[in-house]
């Protein structure tokens, strides 16, 4: 039998209606901080190119002739689109920052028919595993796609292709809109400067400090190019710890440890990094570089790995080439808790590692590689 409802009672009801409903909005706010999801919302930029190495490659070395290539099991096993050439077990840190601006993941130049090429207007990934910032660089592993081949290939997108999207005025807006993702010179270190018999065999080796320099002049004159063809909200970031990859710390003597010799030459660079981005910044007009600094969050995680989940810092997850110091052995099985290891193979980072990075950079605020107030959405606002 029903009761005929008092005032009371009704409104008791629906007071325990709304605090059920701002319970429910309470956690659903904490659940999509805690847990950032894919939003709806249209895109923060327009496009998204990338330049730059192996740490941001989606498959442009799968057709060539070098050592440098991730198209075999187990690289991307534990990606949506399985093996693409892919450097690590998963998403990329370029992934991360697709995902974060609400664009398809990035796919790589030579992965896409001319016909295709014609219809990505969301960004294409030029970057190259072994590619360094000299043309040199990388070529101890065979083929790459030097940075300055890179920068031709944009060019052809931005005078082929492009303008059947985005014809007349509307090519520089749709440029102008983009975000460009510069991440490069790990390889100008191991892959050049750290092989001294391989370069630099009849003539001096320069000094840390002056290879350094020669690094950001000739960046400098390729982040020119860029601007020059278009580009005006370019993200660049520095270069890692690369002393503390497993390719270093599992050589004996240093067995365990970050050679920090390494480190040092690195920090050389970065040095000269950010007023590399103030310069151009200042000298390029109407251009927003904005310097990514990783170099600290990801030593942070190496020497906090612990708190992060991570138990194994120097042991990568595939079995590999040289019992630690080379890249996966094809086709064999990786190992299973792929969220305690910090690295993939002896070079690169696994999945986890970079949703890290991803987090300290592009979700958390304040950001802790961009300077204060920049985030990359900001960024894809201005
Ligand atoms: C790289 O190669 C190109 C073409 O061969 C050349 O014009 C350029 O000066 C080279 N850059 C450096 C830094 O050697
Ligand atoms: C990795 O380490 C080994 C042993 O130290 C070295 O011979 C090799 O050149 C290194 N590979 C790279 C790409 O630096
Ligand atoms: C770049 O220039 C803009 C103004 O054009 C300024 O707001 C921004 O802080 C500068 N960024 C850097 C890294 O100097």
């Known amino acids: 039998m029903e009761t005929i409802p008092t005032k009371a009672k009704v409104s008791r009801a629906r007071e325990k209606e709304r605090m059920a409903t701002s319970f429910f909005i309470l956690m659903l706010l904490l659940l999509l901080h805690l847990f950032p999801v894919k939003s709806q919302n249209p895109p923060a930029a327009a496009a998204l190119y990338v330049f730059g190495d ?87 592993l065979g083929r790459c796609v030097t940075l300055r081949e890179q920068i031709s290939k944009f060019s052809m997108t931005v005078r082929r292709d492009l303008p059947k999207m985005f014809p007349g005025p509307l090519l520089s807006d749709h440029l102008s809109r983009s975000i460009f993702f510069v991440s490069i010179g790990s390889n100008d270190y191991i892959n050049n400067y750290l092989q001294p018999d391989y370069y630099y065999k009849r003539r001096r080796r320069p000094t840390p400090q002056a290879f350094a320099q020669k690094l950001v002049d000739a960046l400098e004159t390729h982040m020119q190019r860029l601007y020059y063809l278009g580009a005006r909200k370019i993200v660049m970031f520095d270069i890692g710890p690369i002393g503390c990859i497993p390719n270093n710390t599992n050589t004996t003597p240093m067995m365990g440890q970050c050679v920090e010799e390494i480190n040092n030459f690195v920090v050389e660079f970065n040095n000269r990094f950010f007023p590399l981005v103030q310069r151009l910044n200042v000298t390029l007009r109407g251009s927003n570089f904005v310097p990514g600094q990783t170099y600290p969050v990801s030593q942070n995680i190496y020497k906090n790995a612990p708190s992060y989940g991570l138990a194994l810092t120097n042991v990568p997850c595939c079995p590999t080439y040289g019992d630690g110091i080379g890249p996966c052995k094809p086709e064999q099985q990786p190992c299973p808790d792929r969220g305690k290891h910090m690295y993939w193979d002896s070079y690169h980072p696994t999945e986890v590692t970079n949703s890290l990075m991803a987090r300290a950079c592009f979700w958390q605020t304040p950001s802790q590689c961009f300077p204060p107030d920049t985030t990359i959405q900001q960024l894809a606002r201005l």
């Open 54 to 140: 192996s740490l941001s490659d989606s498959g442009n070395n799968n057709n060539r002739l070098t050592t440098a290539r991730a198209n075999y099991l187990p690289y991307g096993v534990d990606f949506v689109g399985g093996t693409t050439g892919r450097f690590t077990n998963g998403k990329t840190f370029v992934d991360f920052a697709a995902e974060t601006l609400g664009l398809p993941y990035v796919p790589a130049y030579f992965s896409l028919s001319r016909r295709q090429r014609a219809k990505t207007g969301t960004g294409v990934n030029y970057a190259s595993g072994s590619a360094g910032i000299l043309n040199k660089t990388g070529r101890r």
